[in-house]
């Protein structure tokens, strides 16, 4: 059965937005509708193998139950058939909870991101549980040169070392090291962006993301405690310039450090 995804969003751009993440994967954008009858007509006229509905998708006259979260229950009630994800702005988040406990196996935040689209597409048709939900700041995968420096124990810091960040938020980084490095331990963080400009800040190894010894993996997740003002707004900047699609925020920026060449660090594993 083609994997067909039928979007339902009262914003067009936004549903349009959604099916162009589709193209070239395993997964057919089958239309969209922008109502909570369109959406159950068209689930029988069309029969999708899945509904993409926003949170906010407003009910019809004709059907006052379809709408906003009651649409993943009325979809669990009418048509069990169907996998659901639902879709929202990051300030209907605090209803995805909601939307899951009706029905719905995933979510997807806006702006889109492809790769969380497919993630959560992915998820519908398996034998795990819905995507677990949890308050968050909005997490980017981008690969970006890292120099770090710890304290020293006389005070002052060691000296600079270079490792990678593999994916950022507004609060903390995913970053991979050359070495494996203590929980807790107090790191001083420079991120080189695509313009050679730089995110400084101080940040604490909170968790070990991924760490394989034999293989020479250590990636690590950085809570940022201590950014300045100016850098902080730049984070969230190059943030929003990435969900935006922003050709700048794409460069690649590990060519600025040369000690990487060696192949100190490990590529990602997949």
């Not at 229950?73 to 639902?86: K, N, Q, S, Y």
């Not at 690590?220 to 405690?225: H, K, N, P, R, S």
Request: proline share 8%.
């Amino acid at each position: 059965m083609p994997r067909t995804v039928l979007v339902a969003d009262p914003d067009p751009a936004a549903a349009l937005a959604f099916g162009a993440a589709l193209k070239g994967t395993d997964y057919v954008y089958a239309g969209a509708v922008n109502n909570g009858k369109a959406l159950i007509d068209a689930v029988f006229a069309v029969g999708p193998w899945a509904v993409a509905a926003d949170i906010s998708l407003p009910d019809h006259p004709q059907a006052p139950s379809v709408g906003w979260v009651a649409t993943f229950h009325h979809l669990r009630e009418v048509a069990p058939f169907v996998h659901t994800l639902a879709t929202c702005i990051p300030a209907q988040l605090g209803l995805v909870p909601a939307s899951i406990g009706g029905g719905a196996r995933a979510f997807a935040e806006k702006p889109y991101l492809k790769t969380e689209i497919l993630a959560a597409l992915d998820r519908l048709d398996t034998q795990l549980p819905p995507q677990p939900f949890f308050a968050r700041s909005r997490r980017v995968p981008r690969t970006l040169a890292l120099r770090f420096r710890q304290t020293a124990a006389g005070g002052g810091t060691t000296i600079t070392k270079v490792g990678l960040v593999r994916n950022m938020s507004e609060t903390g980084l995913r970053i991979a090291l050359p070495e494996p490095i203590a929980p807790r331990t107090v790191l001083f963080a420079d991120i080189e962006l695509p313009d050679r400009s730089v995110i400084r800040g101080r940040g604490q190894i909170v968790r070990e993301a991924l760490v394989d010894r034999g293989a020479r993996i250590f990636e690590y997740g950085l809570a940022l405690f201590d950014v300045e003002t100016a850098h902080r707004a730049k984070l969230k900047e190059f943030i929003s310039r990435v969900l935006a699609g922003d050709p700048i925020a794409t460069g690649d920026t590990t060519r600025y450090l040369p000690e990487l060449k060696g192949g100190a660090i490990t590529p990602a594993r997949r």
